[in-house]
């Protein structure tokens, strides 16, 4: 338990679906992340919140959306996605952004895009 | 962005001892971490360096040189439980993202 929650853990997706990843995290850090994981290849980092406001958008393609209602909570919205955005989808936060602060993870959410 | 490589596989025996290299090239470098990754897992964090060295935690170590661009992560008395994908991160200056290496994968065999 790394004090980052992830729902859902699996999810399988037409294209023209929309749904929602949920993240929440019980450690009262300041910065969460979302990250890509694709097989055989590094995480991709996809987006960046300190204290609620995105400070990073790694040029992500607008179908996806994230959402940062507070501290504790990151949403990643997902519509008319293609199959090559099936990966495991890692939420992450850290005490703040920079120097030594290590990032906690969440499990995952593994998505099949269909 | 910064490249990071290391080896994409590894074997070793119950027992043994494996190191697993780690290769980056970066301007401001601000910080080394390795995370452990179990199959269908959360990465967790294992170790940070900033400073060269070795930091040595239980039957897990790593070390740094800056001036190379060069970490390993040196695991002991290796178990069953130690099979997993090793991933190698690394921070730069005013950046706030970790950037992360493709991970090695580790078997620790009978």
């Known amino acids: 338990e790394t004090g980052v929650t992830q729902t859902p853990r699996h999810l399988v997706m037409g294209m023209t679906n929309k749904k929602s990843l949920k993240c929440e995290q019980h450690?009262?850090?300041?910065?969460m992340y979302w990250y890509k994981q694709s097989a055989k290849k590094p995480l991709e980092l996809m987006f960046v919140y300190s204290l609620e406001e995105r400070v990073e958008n790694n040029s992500v393609p607008s179908r996806f959306s994230p959402e940062c209602p507070n501290s504790s909570h990151l949403f990643l919205h997902l519509h008319t996605l293609q199959p090559e955005d099936s990966a495991l989808y890692l939420c992450?936060?850290?005490?703040?952004?920079?120097?030594?602060?290590?990032?906690?993870f969440g499990q995952g959410t593994r998505l099949t895009v269909v | 962005g910064q490249n990071i490589d290391q080896p994409t596989e590894m074997t070793a025996t119950e027992g043994a001892i494996v190191q697993i290299n780690c290769t980056y090239q970066t301007s401001g470098f601000n910080g080394l971490f390795w995370y452990q990754q179990h199959a269908g897992e959360a990465p967790t964090f294992l170790s940070y360096?900033?400073?060269?060295g070795l930091e040595e935690k239980g039957r897990f170590s790593s070390f740094l040189s800056r001036s190379k661009g060069y970490s390993y992560l040196l695991l002991k008395e290796l178990q069953m439980k130690d099979s997993a994908s090793y991933l190698c991160?690394?921070?730069?200056?005013?950046?706030?993202?970790?950037?992360f290496g493709a991970g090695t994968t580790v078997t620790v065999r009978a």
């Open positions: 360096n900033v400073l060269d």
């Open positions: 992450a936060s850290s005490q703040d952004t920079g120097g030594n602060t290590e990032a906690f």
């Open positions: 450690l009262g850090h300041n910065a």
């Open positions: 991160a690394v921070r730069v200056y005013n950046d706030y993202k970790l950037s």
